[in-house]
């Protein structure tokens, strides 16, 4: 470890920061009835659902240990309930976490 | 400077049936105890949430860290992986504009720039008068910067009683949460084709470029989407 944890932190908040500020600084003459603007819009939609879909198929750290199936079904059933409440967002959230419990500690 | 009313607007979005709280607190929770275990010591976990506000760079700089990687090397890795901020901020700021609000404020805002604050401002941003939407806007990042930080300082706190049976938990309840927020955003055709694609493609180019994947799949995804024609 040659480097001191602080100007890691640092690196890691410039590299972060570096792609809002390039945002910000190519959006200063776009206009939001752009067609580039859209462009924009459903690349950034589809790259974060790109993310979020990896995430539960090649997860990252702990949920690596949890079963793909059972990754998969919680996912399911919580969109599921996510359509059912008429988009409430908090329920399907909990369920997330208290049905890959049961799943993991296989009650 | 700050429109309090909108500002409370924005922050009150924390609060209700879609707040993202919850979500941000799992993570941000799960990362703190990574933190601890990784030898951070709180003041450094708490700056790392508050300056880098962004979870999956994080990880990159915990992991890189671990191995001795040298600066240049983190700073490419986390800024491919975070570069996912890039469009997404070009796929918002447009629609804060006003004539009226300082250059300075969106400069500063951008920080707040996350999948959460994101979700929710795409959500509602067009019930919101111009004039204060960057306002708005503060009030939600505010809202969620403070929960990440909040959560990371709780996460390092606790990090002895999280058994790993519970940070497995922990670690379905981001991606959850963010996939139901996208399925509720699919109200027309093309945002849907976006969405749609753009989870296909991840994990299918993940399996031959891990690195440029989600990048490329939303690229791919995303330009689809836009050469549909909506019939109107």
Partial sequence: MSYSIAIIILVTSVATYISRLLGVLTSERLSSKSKVFDWFNYVAYSILAALMVRMIIFPNGALQDAEISSRIIVTIICLSVFILTKKNLVIPTILSFLLLTIFVLGV | ?232
């Fill in chain 2, 1 to 232: 400077m700050i429109n309090r009313k909108f500002f409370y607007l924005g922050l009150r979005s924390l609060a209700g049936t879609s707040s993202p709280a919850l979500a941000l607190a799992a993570s941000f929770i799960a990362l703190g105890a990574i933190f601890k275990h990784s030898g951070f010591n709180l003041e450094q976990s708490v700056a790392s949430s508050l300056f880098t506000y962004a979870l999956p760079g994080q990880l990159v700089m915990t992991e890189s860290y671990l191995i001795g990687a040298s600066l240049i090397n983190i700073f490419i890795s986390v800024w491919l992986v975070n570069f996912r901020f890039y469009p997404m901020t070009v796929a918002l700021m447009p629609a804060l504009h006003h004539k009226n609000q300082p250059r300075w404020k969106y400069y500063i805002s951008c920080h707040f720039l996350a999948v959460s604050s994101w979700l929710i401002m795409k959500e509602g941003y067009k019930k919101i008068d111009k004039r204060f939407r960057l306002d708005y806007w503060i009030g939600i990042g505010s809202g969620t910067l403070t929960s990440a930080v909040l959560s990371t300082t709780f996460g390092y706190l606790i990090s002895d009683y999280l058994s790993n049976d519970l940070m497995i938990a922990l670690g379905i309840v981001n991606p959850v949460y963010f996939l139901c927020m996208m399925v509720g955003a699919m109200t027309n055709i093309k945002t849907t084709v976006a969405i749609v694609m753009g989870g296909i493609l991840g994990p299918i180019f993940y399996l031959f470029t891990p690195e440029w994947s989600i990048l490329i799949s939303g690229f791919i995804g995303g330009s689809l989407a836009f050469l549909i024609k909506e019939k109107k």
